[in-house]
């Protein structure tokens, strides 16, 4: 399929658990909380906060599913991507959800292209991520073969 290049049914039906990325998972969820709750400026919230949600997900994902696609930056873009363009369309007062805050602040109430760019630097600082985590743990596997 397009896009899917080492994901298989087995991925997806193969949920093993991962305390490591579950533990990022938590930092990050945690700050996430505390910039929504305690910083209001015009730099960290609306923009750090949008690199780390991407990362975030990324974590969660990787907490659940074994997959070793390198592609999964990119699917977690597309799918924040896909929020932002909800938020277009004003999806929380489609679904009636106007007056719940948890939904206004995790679906979002305001369409913001910059928010697309901060989810591609975050998407980017994956990639980079994946491709040191890759390097180390080659390099550490041919150590450890000598």
């Given at each position: ?21 579950f533990s ?11 910039i ?15 690199v780390?949600?991407?990362?975030l ?10 997959t ?11 799918f924040?991507v ?13 679904l ?9 602040t995790?679906i ?11 989810y ?20 550490l596997?041919?150590?450890?073969k000598?």
């Amino acid at each position: 399929m397009l896009f899917l290049d080492n994901i298989s049914l087995g991925d997806l039906l193969n949920m093993k658990f991962n305390y490591k990325f579950f533990s990022v998972f938590l930092v990050l969820l945690v700050i996430e909380i505390i910039i929504a709750l305690f910083i209001r400026d015009n730099f960290i919230r609306p923009n750090v906060g949008d690199v780390i949600v991407v990362i975030l997900i990324y974590f969660v994902v990787k907490s659940f599913f074994s997959t070793k696609s390198k592609l999964l930056p990119l699917y977690v873009f597309g799918f924040a991507v896909f929020v932002e363009i909800l938020q277009y369309f004003n999806v929380v007062k489609l679904l009636g959800l106007e007056n719940n805050r948890l939904a206004r602040t995790i679906i979002g109430t305001t369409f913001d292209v910059n928010d697309i760019i901060c989810y591609f630097i975050g998407c980017v600082i994956l990639f980079l991520y994946q491709i040191i985590v890759e390097k180390y743990f080659s390099s550490l596997e041919a150590t450890q073969k000598r």
